[in-house]
Nanobody
Framework: QVQLVESGGGLVQAGGSLRLSCAASGRTFSSYAMGWFRQAPGKEREFVAAISRSDGVSYYSDSVKGRFTIPRDNAKNTGYLQMNSLKPEDTAVYYC???????????????WGQGTQVTVSS
């Protein structure tokens, strides 16, 4: 089992950058594939990005491709979501998630963090 804690959210102007962190405790972080999801007010939770556990292959939604990256540092038991060129439509609560299987980066995920708010002003 793994526990996930996100941090790094906040208020940023459009065009700015933020880096979210997902600190994992418990079982070895390198055993897990990791994903980031987000949920805006009144909308369903949506996939943002994921990275496999085995070969570091990353996946992105079309809406963030080219602007976001999902590095991970297994030595620090931490995953990240680097967000550049932020837009007001990126405003949402961002959640990190983890699962043991690399199959299907969209999910389902077994473990979730509590979420961190990202607000992008225009």
């Amino acid at each position: 089992q793994v526990q996930l804690v996100e941090s790094g959210g906040g208020l940023v102007q459009a065009g700015g950058s933020l880096r979210l962190s997902c600190a994992a405790s418990g079982r070895t972080f390198s055993s897990y594939a990791m994903g980031w999801f987000r949920q805006a007010p009144g909308k369903e939770r949506e996939f943002v990005a994921a990275i496999s556990r085995s070969d570091g292959v990353s996946y992105y939604s079309d809406s963030v491709k080219g602007r976001f990256t999902i590095p991970r540092d297994n030595a620090k038991n931490t995953g990240y979501l680097q967000m550049n060129s932020l837009k007001p439509e990126d405003t949402a609560v961002y959640y990190c998630a983890a699962k043991l299987s690399d199959y299907d980066h969209l999910g389902p995920y077994d473990y979730w963090g509590q979420g961190t708010q990202v607000t992008v002003s225009s």
